[in-house]
Every structure is written in structure tokens, then in C-alpha cells.
């Protein structure tokens, strides 16, 4: 029997016992992508199965699904039919589909984004679910009740707008939880919750200087699904409405072709920003390098206070392209909610009292 009195234990139990309440006997499936696909390691599969079956005694199931597809997955599929499962595991970047967050009425989910079984030991594993979704709350209420938002990057990214309307629409698959989602009636659960909520883009105007490439929001499947860039390429907006983009002819270009690809594929209107939203996680794993692997790069660091990402293409969230922003600074009202991909902790008192609360945040600032 694996010892789980250690900090990989930590994390295990901040996943299947903090972020979710699992009761013994319920009947768990783990949905797992192949180790050899290079996003979630055989280990944490392994480590899961296990602590569900003796730590929190439930019946477990596993299912090996393939790559995210616009189409359900076939194994997984065949499982559901079965009808006998409370909840379903995903270790599988298909999880994040948005279909999974419409189905009501199917047993309830947990995406999973610790995807190596050692990033589990650390903070982004081990800091407790409720301090996350604490912090998450601090940081939506400062961008609600701010008048007037800034967004600029060292880059030369800068946009003003204003926060969501009292009554929001917007919402989207990698949205974070609110802490009344924490009531756990969500029907995914996100795992860590490390993402600030959408802001809708629709009053901001001013430009966004995008570098490294453009990467999917992975809302549907298309491919490519990145587009690297070598130089710089500005996209300047006006309302939410893209209205062109500047930059060295053959990057511009590129852009521009992949937008309309992209918009044609699905019969989608391209030239939309929907919404942005913010890093939230401190302890976010940041060795994927965008050169090695820009899909990975994005949907690693999109958890990071080091990079504010936007949904763009199409009128939805999340749309089906991101722009990934690093080093934000995020002003509201004059003062800075972030700098240069930090958190201001000490620049709002509300913060404090999270900080007391959840002594565990200390350690990330
Ligand atoms: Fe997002």
C-alpha cells in the first residue's frame, strides 16, 4: 500500500477530497489520455486510482481516451452508456470540452490540471482548493467594482474597458469556480482552481502586441492548432471587434489567413474578442517553453498571474483562439490589481484578510 503521508499525498487529497466530496461506495470512472501523448503521466493515473480505492473506498473504472476531437470520444462513450458511474476523473485534456459542462444530468466531473504526478507536491498541487477559490473571489470582486480597466504589457499592450455587467452571460469551460460554486454543484470541477473569471471584452478597445504565436483555446479541434510567429503583430480593437492586424508583412499575413481558416472551419465570424481573464496560480509549472511546444505552453501557463490570456474568434466564450499576454499589469482605477505578472497583495487591504484566512497563499507571494 503506497504511503500517501507525504506532500504528493497532500495534493492528492486537496484534489479528490478538497476540490470534490466523494462518498465511499459511489462508483468513480478515470478517464486517462496515453502517458506516450506527452500531457499527463502514467503516475498520476496510477496514484488516483489508488487513493480512490483505499483511501476513500470507492469502485473504481478506468478508461484509456484519445486525443480531444470534435466528435465524443468512442471508449468513453461505450463506459457512459453504462449509467453506473457518480462521478467521472478526467486525466485527459478532452475533459475541458465544453459539451462535458452541459451535460447536467450525466455524473458529475473533475478536470484535472496537475497533469505530472510531481507537480502534485508542489504548491500548485498542495495549497488548498477553498484558498484558491478564496483568492479567485478576492480578485473577481476588485475587476467588478472597478470603473475603468487597464491592460498593458511591457510589450506595448494596451487596453481600457470596463468590468463585466452586473448581470453576466459570460462563461466559459476553463472558467474558474466562484465560491458558490464551491457549494461543489458545478458539473466540472476544476482542479486547481487557478483562473480569474472572464471579463467581457466588449467595451475594451486599444491594441494587443502578440508574440510567441497564436495558440487554441481548445474549445473545438482544428489543425494546426497554433500558429507560431517570429515577430511581433499587433492587433488593434475597438469594442471587442478586431479591426486589423499590423506587424511584418509575412507575420500580419499569417495571422490574418489563420483567422480566416479558423472562422471558415466552423462557419464562425473571426474578427471577435469575446473576453480575456488572468492567471491566478503562483505555483503554475513554468518549463514548458513556447518554442518547444506552443499548445502545451498555453494550456500550462494560462494559470499563471504571468500571463492574462484573451478569447478571440467567434462571438462566444471561449471563441477558438487565445492571445497569450505575459507580464501583464492590470490596473483598476489607477492602481495596479497586478504588475508585470504579479499579484499586488499588499496593494489592497481585502487581500489581507484572505491571506489570514488561508495562511496556506502566504507561500505564493
Ligand atoms: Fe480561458
Known amino acids: 500500500m503506497t504511503n500517501f503521508d507525504n506532500p504528493h499525498g497532500q495534493g492528492l487529497a486537496n484534489m479528490l477530497e478538497g476540490a470534490v466530496t466523494i462518498p465511499p461506495g459511489a462508483s468513480v470512472l478515470v478517464a486517462y489520455e496515453d502517458a506516450s501523448l506527452g500531457w499527463y503521466d502514467v503516475e498520476l493515473k496510477d496514484r488516483v486510482i489508488e487513493y480512490c480505492r483505499e483511501i476513500l473506498s470507492v ?84 475587476i467588478n467594482n472597478a470603473t475603468s480597466i487597464t491592460i498593458t504589457c511591457p510589450h506595448g499592450t494596451k487596453l481600457i474597458g470596463k468590468p463585466n455587467p452586473k448581470v453576466s452571460k459570460t462563461g466559459e469551460s476553463k472558467d474558474g469556480q466562484t465560491l458558490d460554486d464551491a457549494s461543489k454543484d458545478v458539473t466540472v470541477v476544476r482542479f486547481p482552481a487557478a483562473v480569474s473569471t472572464p471579463v467581457s471584452a466588449k467595451t475594451f478597445s486599444g491594441q494587443v502586441v502578440l508574440r510567441q504565436g497564436l495558440t487554441s483555446t481548445g474549445s473545438k479541434v482544428y489543425d494546426p492548432p497554433n500558429l507560431p510567429i517570429a515577430s511581433q503583430v499587433v492587433a488593434h480593437v475597438t469594442r471587442g471587434r478586431i479591426e486589423r492586424f499590423d506587424g511584418p508583412d509575412e507575420d500580419a499575413e499569417a495571422v ?110
Open 59 to 142: 469502485k473504481v473504472d478506468s478508461v484509456e481516451v484519445g486525443l480531444p476531437a470534435n466528435t465524443p470520444s468512442a471508449p468513453l462513450e461505450e463506459k457512459l452508456q453504462e449509467k453506473r458511474f457518480d462521478w467521472i476523473i478526467f486525466l485527459a485534456r478532452l475533459g475541458d470540452q465544453g459539451r462535458f459542462d452541459e451535460d447536467h444530468d450525466g455524473p458529475r466531473k473533475l478536470m484535472v490540471y496537475t497533469r505530472r504526478f510531481s507537480q502534485l507536491a508542489s504548491t500548485f498541487g498542495t495549497v488548498p482548493q477553498n484558498a484558491m477559490i478564496t483568492l479567485k473571489k478576492v480578485v473577481d470582486d476588485l
Open 256 to 365: 490574418r489567413a489563420h483567422y480566416e481558416r479558423v472562422a471558415r472551419l466552423f462557419g464562425i465570424e473571426p474578427m471577435f474578442v469575446d473576453s480575456w481573464h488572468q492567471g491566478l496560480h503562483p505555483g503554475t509549472d513554468t518549463s514548458p517553453m513556447p518554442e518547444e511546444d506552443l499548445c502545451l505552453w498555453g494550456e500550462t501557463l494560462f494559470t499563471s498571474p504571468q500571463y492574462l490570456h484573451f478569447h478571440t474568434c467567434g462571438e462566444y466564450p471561449p471563441g477558438e483562439i487565445c492571445w497569450m499576454v505575459e507580464s501583464p499589469t492590470v490596473e483598476l482605477d489607477g492602481r495596479n490589481l497586478y504588475e508585470n505578472g504579479r499579484i499586488q497583495v499588499e496593494a489592497f487591504e481585502v487581500f489581507r484578510s484572505c491571506l489570514d484566512q488561508h495562511p496556506e497563499l502566504r507561500a505564493l507571494f
